[in-house]
């Protein structure tokens, strides 16, 4: 069973694995809502190395992260 997350979320996520691991970021997001499209798009370019959608997939994040970003170091 899939758990869809919708909008935005401030609740602490705990993986036991990972309680050890020491990361390098202070935050993280998605760039879509994962719908249908978006989905199958990922799991082509992932596992069928559908490198034509590598524009569309790098387009559409840097739209989402350029913001974030920015907001984030205060520019």
Known sequence: MRA???G???TTFRVRQLRDVKFH???AR???????LVLQV???YKYNHALCF????ADLLIR???PSLK????T
């Open 4 to 6: 869809a997350l919708c």
């Open 54 to 57: 590598e524009p569309f997939l």
């Open 71 to 74: 907001n984030e170091n205060g």
């Open 42 to 44: 990922i799991h082509r």
């Open 8 to 10: 935005e979320h401030h």
């Open 30 to 36: 998605s760039a879509v809502i994962a719908n249908p």
């Open 25 to 27: 970021f202070r935050f």
């Open 64 to 66: 989402q992260a350029v």
